[in-house]
């Protein structure tokens, strides 16, 4: 390597490095600290924990710091089934959403490259135009379409679908519609980028091989989408798992997500060790795919 | 009908008895206000390597995937056998198509990739895999068959998407410039392999090229396109020799091209640029009607000294000339010359003696001159 690149200039340099510190300041020793949180007891001062490290006590304030430090809020962990359960619910409500993000998320992002070009460009824009919207007011939106006597509930009274407004709001039903609008953009866009790119002479050759349409779909389009739908899979599903927002208003106080969990315990109960802890867990759950996706990523570029 | 040239006494369009496998008729098709092919009719047989020729944009790849199913005719009628491919989809067509991209399919291994086709046909395993194997043998990739499109060299995977287009035994082989990616050397080479799996399996090939030497090469017939029309449909020699207009002899080529008025006598045309000229043949056209001369490079004399008047005959189709620029390829020596009159022609000459010293050199007088039989006469 050394050998290839002998000199590098002082600025080529700096510009690698930067991501690199960004990451090491921004991802890495937060983690690093909320780490040690999750190993630390609480405490009734200020931080709400102990051990603190204390410079000014030179080695033995060192000692007494990791002596302090203890696996115990992870035995707790395992001792109440709350955050179990509460592990089993975002991973559940995740897998869900995540299928049925495909389930949308396909048929539309093949629909839009079966579309002329410029209209594609029209579609791909109508696709990632609730960004232009908050976040916060899409989901207090929903809140509204969803409530007792909403435009939801009053279309079906008036379509007579149902006789009685059925009941949405703090429902997983709602949890479900917040998430599955949210994510869609996410899954639509890396599908629609991996079918974009597929060579229209496959379907040909597929077609002038004696194959109809409906199968090439599955014999071709659908193994070479894979890549694709791995990455809307992703990209959807880890962020879900650790979701907030959406579950705390719509879901209210009946769905118990693990991001809802984490808040409880930081806000109200001030028990931050044990908020960390959960925290800890949940990137340990999430680095799993994540790994699995890197690997994927890696064959897929060894292959072009 | 002539049949100069034909390769292996081979002609069946000379044969009037004989039914055309694909006859093509009227057949016209439409983008918007531009027709990329304009009401065009054509007969192919059977056993026939048929070439389509001319400059990209001339509507013979629209042709081939009109055959194929791809694009739907705006006006006209495409028959196999007899039967109208009108309502047929692509992929109920008897005929196969190799891809200019080979459009091999990326996640399956060579075998799966030449399999596919007959999978589709239901047939069964075992059969599919004796099939598959002796088409891997044919095209020479029987070690190949587990490997990846990917992990093949251009020229494996050219034939690989041959072998899968051969492999259901197509009515017709439809081939989309099948050898443009390939260098200059291997094109040479399966041009010829080419020819000799057309005539073992006994199958009909239509190829779409832009290429005329390999036009040239591998096709019993050679149908010349322009802007969606068909301007000559003729075996490769006739084509060259027999040229029915100044596009195909200019397309087709280089040639000295005179124009003039036919004399009276039907075998001279006065008027040319470079004076009177002889030709061969009686030509069946009004006397002062404006016709063209076309002349060949190779078929060009160059003398370095003025020829004796020994026989009248000498000094016909003679004019006196300056070399103004010398074009060495090796096996030919270009020449571009300029005659008193300052008209451009050109001559080639063959390097048969190994020269050290060129007979004709850069600077000096020569007379350039041509028999009577080889020129051609061209009334448009």
């Known amino acids: ?205 597929a077609a002038d091989l004696g194959c109809p349409r409906w199968k090439t779909f599955w014999l071709v389009t659908l193994p070479l989408s894979a890549p694709g739908v791995l990455a809307g899979a992703l990209l959807c599903f880890i962020p879900i798992v650790g979701e907030f927002v959406i579950p705390d208003l719509l879901g209210g106080s009946r769905t118990s997500m693990i991001g809802q969990t984490i808040w409880t315990e930081f806000f109200a109960n001030k028990d931050w060790p044990t908020a960390s802890a959960v925290a800890v867990v949940l990137v340990c759950l999430l680095v799993t795919p994540i790994v699995v996706f890197q690997y994927q990523a890696m064959r897929g570029a060894e292959r072009d | 009908m002539q049949t100069v040239g034909a390769k292996r006494g081979f002609a069946p369009w000379a044969d009037r008895t004989l039914q055309p496998l694909l006859r093509i008729e009227g057949l016209s098709k439409r983008f918007g206000a531009f027709a990329a092919v304009d009401h065009l009719s054509l007969d192919i047989y ?186 000559q449909v003729a075996p490769p020699t006739e084509i060259y020799e027999q040229p029915n207009s100044r596009w195909v002899a200019d397309f087709i080529g280089n040639v000295n091209l005179f124009e003039g008025r036919l004399g009276d006598d039907g075998t001279s045309v006065e008027g040319t640029a470079v004076g009177r000229l002889r030709v061969a043949a009686k030509i069946d056209a009004e006397p002062r009607s404006t016709v063209w001369v076309a002349v060949r490079p190779e078929k060009m004399r160059i003398v370095p000294s003025e020829p004796s008047p020994g026989p009248p005959a000498a000094l016909e189709n003679c004019v006196a000339a300056t070399v103004v620029d010398i074009g060495y390829l090796g096996d030919l020596s270009i020449y571009k010359l300029r005659t008193d009159d300052g008209v451009p022609m050109q001559a080639a000459i063959a390097n048969t003696g190994r020269l050290t010293e060129r007979a004709i050199g850069w600077d000096g007088k020569v007379w350039l001159s041509f028999p009577p039989e080889a020129a051609i006469v061209l009334t448009r």
């Not at chain 1, 033995?60 to 179990?84: C, E, K, V």
């Not at chain 2, 109208?84 to 799966?112: C, G, I, K, W």
């Open chain 2, 46 to 231: 059977q056993g026939e390597f048929f070439a389509l020729l001319g400059p990209s944009g001339c509507g013979k790849t629209t042709l081939l995937r009109l055959i194929a199913g791809f694009e739907r005719a705006s006006a006209g009628r495409i028959l196999l056998d007899g039967v109208d491919l009108a309502t047929v989809p692509p992929h109920r067509r008897p005929v196969n198509m190799m891809f200019q991209s080979y459009a091999l399919f990326p996640h399956l291994t060579v075998e799966a990739n030449v399999a596919f086709g007959l999978k589709q046909e239901g047939l069964p395993k075992l059969q599919i895999g004796e099939r598959v194997a002796d088409m891997l043998a044919l095209v020479k990739l029987e070690n190949f068959g587990r490997r990846k499109p990917h992990e093949l060299s251009g020229g494996q995977r050219q034939r690989v998407a041959l072998a899968r287009s051969l492999v259901k035994r197509p009515r017709v082989l439809l081939l989309d410039e099948p050898m443009a990616a390939l260098d200059k050397k291997l094109r040479g080479e399966t041009q010829f392999e080419l020819m000799d799996l057309q005539r073992r399996l006994g199958l009909t090939f239509i190829i779409v090229t832009h290429d005329q030497s390999e036009a040239m090469t591998v096709a019993d017939r050679i149908a010349v396109m322009d802007r969606g029309r068909l301007m």
């Open chain 1, 1 to 205: 390597m050394t050998n290839r690149q002998p000199q590098r200039s002082f600025m080529a340099r700096l510009v690698i490095r930067i991501p690199y510190a960004w990451l090491v300041a921004f991802f890495l020793v937060p983690f690093l600290i909320v780490l040690k949180i999750s190993l630390s007891q609480t405490a009734i001062a200020q931080p709400p924990y102990t051990p603190v490290f204390d410079l000014s006590a030179g080695w033995q304030g060192l000692r007494n710091f990791f002596a302090g430090l203890s696996l115990d809020n992870y035995a707790f962990l395992g001792s109440d089934p709350l955050y179990f359960l509460s592990y089993v619910k975002s991973l559940e409500i995740a897998a869900f959403s995540t299928l049925m993000l495909l389930v949308i998320g396909y048929p539309m992002a093949y629909a839009i490259t079966r579309t002329p070009r410029r209209v594609q460009a029209v579609l791909v824009l109508a696709v990632i135009l609730p960004f232009w919207t908050s976040f916060l007011i899409r989901i207090y939106a929903w809140m509204n379409i969803l409530q007792h006597d909403g435009p939801l509930n009053q279309l079906l009274l008036a379509l007579a679908i149902v006789r009685e407004p059925p009941t949405w709001l703090s429902t997983d039903t709602a949890v479900y519609i917040g998430i599955v609008y949210s994510y869609l953009p996410f899954m639509v866009l890396p599908l629609y980028a991996t079918l974009e790119k597929l060579d229209e002479s496959l379907f040909e050759a």
